[in-house]
């Protein structure tokens, strides 16, 4: 019997009418669906597309501890042969994952542990940081300009080093990190430039003034977009 194939499906930030046509085709045309929840059984990234899982697919429900006691490595070990095991009588797998599977995905601890044994195709999906610029209307880049992308969690000192050096950024995953973040946007100079929003595309959507956000309820999917001064300043020379 051959094997089946694994996909990672990017299913975007949010908006179920962001999937692209190959995610879609692929997601109602495969038995096995594999997805991350959380640690209360909910999955962010099959609620985006329930209402095309039509034909009544084996739901593979992953849990992934995520905290700075536990590592994740063991989950993704025993995710990875229960997905081995479907592989291997024969059944195709997707593993959905929000925003883009080569993008801070999930998927990419899976791809690792079973690219070698069993043909494996990603799908690329509209990333979250697309998704906050088209909800803000605001370009990111122009131009020449360098742009960069920084996890919350890293120290104070490295965010405020690699800001120096960018033209346009992005600060991803904030949560409990909100308060730091905000420190250090103040100390070099770019509060007037930032934007932040929570659960971009999502119903739940919110944009607020960096003032306006209460530091107990900035959830892990939100961010701060700082774009590039051509957005503020059009007269710049080209």
Same mark, same amino acid.
């Given at each position: 019997m051959p094997a089946g194939r694994l996909y990672g499906l990017g299913i975007g930030p949010g908006d179920p009418e962001l999937l692209t046509l190959k995610a879609l085709r692929l997601l109602q045309a495969t038995p096995v669906v594999a997805y991350p929840v959380s640690e209360h059984g909910n999955s962010m990234a099959r609620t985006i597309v329930a209402d095309?899982?039509? =034909?009544?697919?084996?739901?593979?429900?992953?849990?992934?501890?995520?905290?700075?006691?536990?590592?994740?490595?063991?989950?993704? #070990?025993?995710?990875?042969?229960?997905?081995?095991? =479907?592989?291997?009588?024969?059944? #195709?797998?997707?593993?959905?994952?929000?925003? #883009?599977?080569?993008?801070?995905?999930?998927?990419?601890?899976?791809?690792?542990?079973?690219? #070698?044994?069993?043909?494996?195709e990603v799908v690329p999906g509209v990333s979250s940081l697309m998704g906050s610029a088209s909800v803000l209307g605001t370009p990111l880049t122009y131009r020449n300009d360098v742009f960069m992308v920084l996890p919350a969690m890293l120290p104070a000192e490295t965010l405020a080093t690699r800001l120096a050096l960018a033209d346009a950024a992005v600060i991803i995953k904030l949560g409990r990190h909100f308060p730091k973040v905000y420190t250090v946007l103040q100390q070099v100079g770019l509060l007037a430039r930032a934007h932040y929003i929570q659960c971009a595309t999502m119903p739940e959507q919110q944009v607020l003034a960096l003032e306006q956000v209460d530091p107990a309820q900035v959830p892990y999917f939100s961010m701060i977009v700082i774009p590039s001064l051509w957005h503020t300043d059009p007269g710049l020379p080209a």
């Amino acid at each position: 019997m051959p094997a089946g194939r694994l996909y990672g499906l990017g299913i975007g930030p949010g908006d179920p009418e962001l999937l692209t046509l190959k995610a879609l085709r692929l997601l109602q045309a495969t038995p096995v669906v594999a997805y991350p929840v959380s640690e209360h059984g909910n999955s962010m990234a099959r609620t985006i597309v329930a209402d095309y899982l039509t =034909h009544a697919p084996i739901e593979v429900p992953m849990s992934f501890p995520f905290s700075a006691e536990h590592s994740a490595q063991p989950s993704y #070990d025993r995710a990875a042969a229960v997905l081995a095991e =479907h592989l291997s009588q024969g059944r #195709d797998v997707v593993v959905l994952c929000e925003g #883009d599977p080569f993008f801070y995905g999930t998927f990419m601890y899976l791809f690792t542990r079973l690219r #070698d044994r069993f043909g494996t195709e990603v799908v690329p999906g509209v990333s979250s940081l697309m998704g906050s610029a088209s909800v803000l209307g605001t370009p990111l880049t122009y131009r020449n300009d360098v742009f960069m992308v920084l996890p919350a969690m890293l120290p104070a000192e490295t965010l405020a080093t690699r800001l120096a050096l960018a033209d346009a950024a992005v600060i991803i995953k904030l949560g409990r990190h909100f308060p730091k973040v905000y420190t250090v946007l103040q100390q070099v100079g770019l509060l007037a430039r930032a934007h932040y929003i929570q659960c971009a595309t999502m119903p739940e959507q919110q944009v607020l003034a960096l003032e306006q956000v209460d530091p107990a309820q900035v959830p892990y999917f939100s961010m701060i977009v700082i774009p590039s001064l051509w957005h503020t300043d059009p007269g710049l020379p080209a």
